[in-house]
C-alpha cells in the first residue's frame, strides 16, 4: 500500500501554455489530491467515484509522487508568499 500525491500549481498560467495540464473542473490556483491505494491507477479510480470534478485524465499526464506506508517521509511541506 502507497500514498498517492497529485500536486498542480497554475499561479502563473497563461494562454501561451496549451499543453498545461487542467487537472480540475473549478478554476483553481493549486490542486492537491492524496489517495492511499495499492497503485496509482486505483488512486486514481477512487478520485474518480467521488465525483468531485478531477479530470482523471489530465492527472494521468502528471507523475504522482508515491510515498511507501511502511517508511517514514515528509508528505507535504509548504511555504507561500505573494
Sequence with gaps: MNLYLWRHN????????????????SLYTDAIAIAIAESAEEA???????????????????????????????LFSDIRSE
Excluded at 499561479?11 to 473542473?25: A, G, I, L, R, T
Excluded at 465525483?51 to 511502511?70: A, C, K, M
Aim: glycine share 2%; proline share 11%; hydrophobic share 40%.
Design 44 to 74: 486514481l479510480e477512487l478520485l474518480e467515484s467521488r465525483e468531485e470534478g478531477w479530470l482523471i485524465e489530465e492527472l494521468r499526464r502528471i507523475p504522482p509522487r508515491v510515498f511507501p506506508l511502511d517508511s517514514p517521509a515528509i
Design 10 to 25: 497554475r499561479k502563473f498560467h497563461s494562454w501561451s501554455m496549451f499543453s498545461e495540464p487542467c487537472v480540475h473542473q
